[in-house]
């Protein structure tokens, strides 16, 4: 079954709005998530680094004000965008670090801005 | 820093014949090689995962890579295509950061189409 779950899979929103992805760990606690940018036919993008209980660390280029990550307990890390704007559609996938550091991988939310 | 370069980004096989994808990397120390498969709408999926074992690593599916240090090299490979195998194949390198190899970088990927 699912390791990782990310909710919503699709969601479409008005420009300037701000929409919420949610990345659930399901079998194992997560002190550590990711969240990667899929571009149409392109490759993932690291965004950010989750980390339970403090502050994300991003990538070089990523704008922390409109990528809001919190990461509150240890199965669960969500990513903002706020004020999305049509450049922000994209494809988002989170992934979660096992305590063997193997790398698990949700199934993605395709978020599209109108 | 270290980089994935994928050669082809499209590659189609005829079912039953042999699936060859390619994969060069570029690390200043001793990496740590992966190989994804992502189907449509869905997100990656471990295929197989170099950690300075064995040299010819064997995956799901029937797919297996061979890391090669003087030709940079970590290829894709599996002997017979099934029609199942179609989908979007990424490679990827990570080096120990603070003890986790975690941090991975991806090449561009390479759409594999099986074609009957």
């Known amino acids: 079954g699912a390791v990782v779950s990310q909710h919503p899979s699709r969601v479409i929103c008005k420009s300037g709005t701000s929409v919420k992805i949610e990345c659930r760990s399901l079998?194992?606690?997560?002190?550590?998530m990711f969240w990667y940018r899929q571009f149409p036919k392109k490759s993932l993008m690291l965004m950010a680094t989750s980390n339970e209980g403090s502050k994300a660390t991003y990538e070089q280029g990523v704008e922390k004000d409109k990528f809001l990550i919190n990461h509150a307990s240890l199965t669960l890390s969500t990513l903002t965008v706020t004020s999305a704007h049509p450049e922000d559609s994209s494809f988002y996938i989170c992934?979660?670090?096992?305590?063997?550091?193997?790398?698990?991988f949700g199934e993605g939310s395709r978020l599209t801005v109108l | 820093a270290q980089s994935v370069t994928q050669l082809g980004s499209h590659v189609s096989v005829s079912e039953g014949a042999l699936v060859l994808l390619r994969c060069n990397y570029s690390s200043s120390v001793p990496p740590y090689l992966f190989w994804y498969v992502q189907y449509p709408n869905q997100g990656l999926q471990l295929l197989l995962k170099?950690?300075?074992?064995?040299?010819l690593v064997k995956g799901i599916n029937g797919f297996e890579a061979e890391f090669k240090k003087s030709e940079t090299s970590f290829h894709l490979t599996k002997p017979s295509a099934h029609m199942s195998d179609a989908a979007e194949y990424f490679c990827?390198?990570?080096?120990?950061?603070?003890?986790?190899?975690?941090?991975?970088?991806f090449g561009k990927g390479t759409l594999l189409t099986v074609n009957p």
């Open positions: 170099y950690t300075s074992a064995a040299t």
């Open positions: 990827a390198v990570s080096v120990a950061s603070g003890g986790s190899n975690y941090k991975l970088t």
């Open positions: 079998d194992f606690q997560a002190t550590t």
């Open positions: 992934s979660v670090k096992s305590h063997t550091g193997e790398l698990f």
